[in-house]
C-alpha cells in the first residue's frame, strides 16, 4: 500500500468515526466478552494490544479487565474519541495512530487483539510479537453474498482460511468458528502460541 492508499484509508476512517457517534457502538465485541474469563485463564501476563482499535471500545474493556492496553489505529479522529472516552472512564490506555501496513513491532505482547481488520501479512508478525504463551483472539469479516458493502474482496477472509492460517503456527486453537450468514459475516477464533 502507497502513502496515497493510506491516506485515503485514513480520510475514510477518520470521516466515519466524525460522522457516527460510535461507529460500531460503544460494547465490546461479544466474542471477546463471552470468552474474556478463558482468555485471562491462558495468557501468561497482563500486556496486551489492540490492533485497528478504532474509537476503543474493546481497548476500555480490557484496561477495565486489569490488562495494560496499547491500541493502535490510522485514524486521529478514532484515537481522538478513545482518549477522551478513556479519561471519562479514568483508565490509562497506550492509544498510537499507527499505520498498520506499515507497522513493525518493536515489543511483545501477552494477549494480541484483531477485530473487524485484516491485513494478511501482520498475522505472522503478530504471533511472532508474542510472549511464550500468549495469545491471539482475530474476528474478522468473512466474504459472503451477506457481507455488507463496500468492501474491497482483499480485506475479507475466505471460507476456513483463518484457521488454514492459524493451523501453521506453532500453538493450539479453540473456539474456531464462521458465521456466514450472519448480517456481518464473520470468521473467529482464539490461537495460544506454545
Not at 477495565?64 to 472512564?89: C, N, P, R, Y
Amino acid at each position: 500500500m502507497n502513502g496515497n492508499e493510506s491516506g485515503e484509508i485514513r480520510t475514510k476512517w477518520n470521516e466515519r468515526f466524525r460522522s457516527e457517534n460510535f461507529a460500531l457502538g460503544s460494547n465490546p465485541s461479544p466474542y471477546l466478552v463471552e470468552n474474556i474469563e478463558f482468555i485471562k485463564s491462558l495468557v501468561p501476563g497482563k500486556k496486551a494490544l489492540d490492533i485497528a482499535c478504532g474509537e476503543g471500545r474493546n481497548s476500555i474493556f480490557l484496561a477495565k479487565e486489569g490488562f495494560d492496553v496499547t491500541g493502535l489505529d490510522i485514524s486521529e479522529v478514532g484515537l481522538e474519541k478513545a482518549v477522551h472516552w478513556m479519561k471519562q472512564e479514568r483508565l490509562l490506555i497506550d492509544f498510537h495512530m499507527e499505520d498498520m501496513e506499515a507497522y513493525e513491532f518493536s515489543e511483545t505482547f501477552d494477549l494480541i487483539i484483531n477485530f473487524n481488520f485484516l491485513l494478511r501479512h501482520l498475522i505472522p508478525k503478530s504471533v511472532a510479537a508474542l510472549n511464550p504463551g500468549g495469545v491471539i483472539v482475530f474476528d474478522t469479516i468473512m466474504d459472503s453474498p451477506y457481507v455488507p458493502s463496500p468492501h474491497k474482496k482483499e480485506f475479507l477472509l475466505q471460507p476456513e482460511e483463518l484457521y488454514s492460517i492459524f493451523s501453521g503456527f506453532h500453538g493450539k486453537i479453540y473456539f474456531p468458528e464462521e458465521r456466514l450468514h450472519d448480517q456481518n459475516p464473520t470468521a473467529k477464533l482464539i490461537f495460544q502460541k506454545n
